[in-house]
T-cell receptor
Framework: GNSVTQMEGPVTLSEEAFLTINCTYT??????LFWYVQYPGEGLQLLLK?????DKGSNKGFEATYRKETTSFHLEKGSVQVSDSAVYFC??????????????FGKGTHLIIQP | DAGVIQSPRHEVTEMGQEVTLRCKPI?????LFWYRQTMMRGLELLIY????????DSGMPEDRFSAKMPNASFSTLKIQPSEPRDSAVYFC?????????????FGEGSWLTVV
């Protein structure tokens, strides 16, 4: 079945450091890939997505490229800020003949940015 | 535009009591999802509906859990009787079904504690 594997952390970085959070997946067919972010006490918010191979999703300085050959969707940011501290979830779409049927999530990566 | 609205935000109840969580999806969305988040198991899809019809409830943990969607703008998740191991954050989410790249929007969650 479909699954997502991501580094669990916590990942602790200093402000302005470069960030990479690895995400790999197994899936049948051609899923769409997502990164969601969860700030303390809040729900999940879409950060970025990519719907086909070689697509790059980007938002708020974060980027991720859909790599079918390595089944990966790593999240990167060139210079992190304290306000980026949150839990980041990689996810892929579940899909049946009728359409998208929800998301399969990784375990989440807790990111802590120190000033 | 209002997002997904969940109630209650927080609930503390005693073991054996009935718990009802409520959700109003985004207007116009035709898919609704219930997820559960715990430290041990991460995010789990419990059940989802399409056009008010339950499509997949294989994630519902046991018969104590039930979910209904009587109309396009309202859903409930009920636990009866509740147990301490049901303590978790329960998220409702909605989307437009059809394209696997359609974003799924999450509510802010119902934080349940069973003592």
């Amino acid at each position: 079945g479909n699954s997502v594997t991501q580094m669990e952390g916590p990942v602790t970085l200093s402000e302005e450091a470069f960030l990479t959070i690895n995400c790999t997946y197994t899936a049948t067919g051609y899923p769409s890939l997502f990164w969601y972010v969860q700030y303390p006490g809040e729900g999940l918010q879409l950060l970025l997505k990519a719907t086909k191979a070689d697509d790059k999703g980007s938002n708020k300085g974060f980027e991720a490229t859909y790599r079918k050959e390595t089944t990966s969707f790593h999240l990167e940011k060139g210079s992190v800020q304290v306000s980026d501290s949150a839990v980041y979830f990689c996810a892929l779409s579940r899909y049946s003949g009728g359409g998208a049927d929800g998301l399969t999530f990784g375990k989440g990566t807790h990111l802590i940015i120190q000033p | 535009d209002a997002g997904v609205i969940q109630s209650p935000r927080h609930e503390v109840t005693e073991m054996g009591q009935e718990v009802t969580l409520r959700c109003k999806p985004i207007s116009g969305h035709n898919s609704l999802f219930w997820y559960r988040q715990t430290m041990m198991r991460g995010l789990e899809l419990l059940i989802y509906f399409n056009n008010n019809v339950p499509i997949d409830d294989s994630g519902m943990p046991e018969d104590r859990f039930s979910a209904k969607m009587p109309n396009a703008s309202f859903s409930t998740l009920k636990i009866q009787p509740s147990e301490p191991r049901d303590s978790a954050v329960y998220f409702c989410a909605s989307s437009l079904r059809g394209f696997s790249g359609n974003t799924i929007y999450f509510g802010e969650g119902s934080w349940l504690t069973v003592v």
